[in-house]
């Protein structure tokens, strides 16, 4: 296993010099007709050792492919999929989508009852879980065949899409956690925008500012005392961590500290009292429509992911910015793979979900549909590709990764096999002492005495 060190210099290598490959211009592909020479694309990824998009041939077959996200990442894989379809005529895509807990609500529901889809998108947080438990096939047998990986980073597939030896998922993007900004609050208010690279110190001095000048119209940052994920960040920015091995990791302290700054903001009135920030959705669900920052009740919000700019800029348009994850001794934003696509070990049709996979990650076509909304593409050549299109905000959530990068980020950690209780369990606890149903004390000592027994449950 390779160290924190080694992977992020390698990381860093592909990531940095994406600024520089908006000369490169790659071939158009000629089409999709299986009476025609197969596109550049087709041959690309068979160079690769990947499907590619030549059309096949064959038994009817029914793919159920299953995905979370906003609008506009509906109506974008709506289109990949018919053009998948119009390439494959033997295979029929079922789509499945939702919001992102709706997402996993119904997986968790349709794993019960071994129904899960064929081809899943998967997060980094559930990834290591799911392929634990037998849930995601292994796409091993199908890496440099239907599926290509050569364009792929090495790193990311050993470290982040591999459980266990099983190649459980392929990741589709880079990412990094950030804060959102409403830059309308700020201007209202006459308040400079917080810097790239803010301590809380100076994210909550800002938003004192803002309430001088606003009073109780806006607060200046969204309460996310209940995230798990974003109290993860907080300790790698404090030089500490959420995990050791199986179990928690942490040093209680450091979550008294967590607990105890967002209790004073709320006092204060910086961030919204708890019944408020419980009727949002949760930070997860990234969807610009629904949440705090668009409604303009807060200022600052996260943390999320550079891939979720797109959506908030689509409906905000200028009003959005991006800044780094708050810092300490160390900055708080992490690198990920933004998210896998998985197949179902049940598939009954493994080799064409591969097939699915591989179009969507590797090729031009699908590029072509789905662009960077899920984030800037994980395929080398892909990204090669699209940079002649790279609009303005491309060319921003570019800088933004190059930034983290260079900044000495950590890795996102999923965590041991009960993460994603352990995860909502935090929530639950974290929302009793929000409400004064609990001391800090009290929540520190149950959250760690509640998420041992379930560690201890499932390793």
């Not at 999709?32 to 050792?49: D, L, R, Y």
């Not at 790193?155 to 589709?172: E, R």
């Not at 996310?224 to 993860?232: C, D, G, I, K, R």
């Amino acid at each position: 296993m390779m160290n924190r060190r080694t992977k992020l210099s390698k990381w860093c290598s592909l990531a940095l010099p994406m600024a520089l490959i908006t000369g490169l211009i790659a071939g158009c592909g000629s089409g999709g007709n299986k009476e025609v020479s197969p596109s550049s694309s087709a041959v690309a990824s068979a160079s690769a050792g990947g499907a590619g998009t030549e059309v096949s041939s064959g038994d009817k077959v029914e793919l159920r492919f299953s995905w979370w996200g906003s609008q506009g990442r509906h109506d974008r894989t709506m289109k990949a999929i018919e053009k998948f379809e119009e390439l494959h005529p033997n295979i029929k895509v079922k789509p499945e989508y939702s919001s992102w807990d709706g997402y996993w609500e119904k997986l968790s529901t349709q794993v019960a009852a071994n129904n899960e889809p064929d081809v899943m998108q998967m997060s980094v947080l559930y990834i290591k879980e799911y392929s634990e438990r037998g849930i995601l096939a292994d796409l091993n047998p199908f890496a440099g065949k239907e599926l290509g990986v050569a364009d792929l980073n090495a790193d990311i597939l050993a470290n982040q899409g591999t459980v266990g030896g099983k190649l459980a998922g392929i990741p589709m993007a880079d990412n990094a956690s950030v804060l959102l900004i409403n830059k309308g609050i700020f201007q209202q208010a006459g308040v400079e925008l917080p810097k790239l690279d803010s301590t809380w110190e100076e994210i909550f001095e800002s938003a004192r500012q803002l309430k001088t000048k606003l009073g109780g119209n806006a607060y200046g940052v969204f309460d996310s005392a209940p995230s798990l994920e974003a109290f993860m960040y907080y300790l790698f920015s404090e030089g500490d961590k959420l995990y050791d091995g199986n179990k928690l990791g942490y040093q209680d302290d450091n979550l008294k500290k967590w607990l105890q700054m967002w209790e004073d903001a709320r006092k204060e009135g910086l961030a919204p009292p708890a019944n408020l920030t419980a009727s949002f959705l949760p930070l997860s669900n990234a969807d610009p429509n629904k949440d705090a920052l668009l409604k303009g009740s807060v200022a600052i919000m996260g943390p999320t992911w550079i891939a979720t700019l797109p959506a908030y800029e689509n409906i905000m348009k200028d009003n959005v910015d991006m800044i780094s994850y708050p810092r300490g001794q160390k900055t708080g934003s992490v690198l990920q793979t933004s998210m896998f696509l998985s197949a179902s070990a049940r598939s009954k049709h493994p080799k064409e979900a591969a097939m699915l996979i591989d179009f969507l990650v590797n090729t031009e076509e699908a590029a072509d549909l789905l662009e960077t909304e899920r984030g800037l593409p994980e395929n080398k050549k892909v990204r090669e590709y699209l940079s002649p299109k790279f609009t303005d905000r491309d060319k921003k959530m570019i800088a933004m990764l190059e930034h983290v990068s260079g900044i000495e980020p950590a890795w996102y950690d999923p965590g041991p096999k009960g993460a994603g209780e352990v995860t909502k369990l935090f929530e639950q606890i974290v929302q009793k002492q929000q409400f004064g149903q609990a001391t800090i004390d009290q929540a520190v000592a149950e959250f760690r005495s509640q998420a041992d027994k379930v560690f201890e449950k499932n390793n």
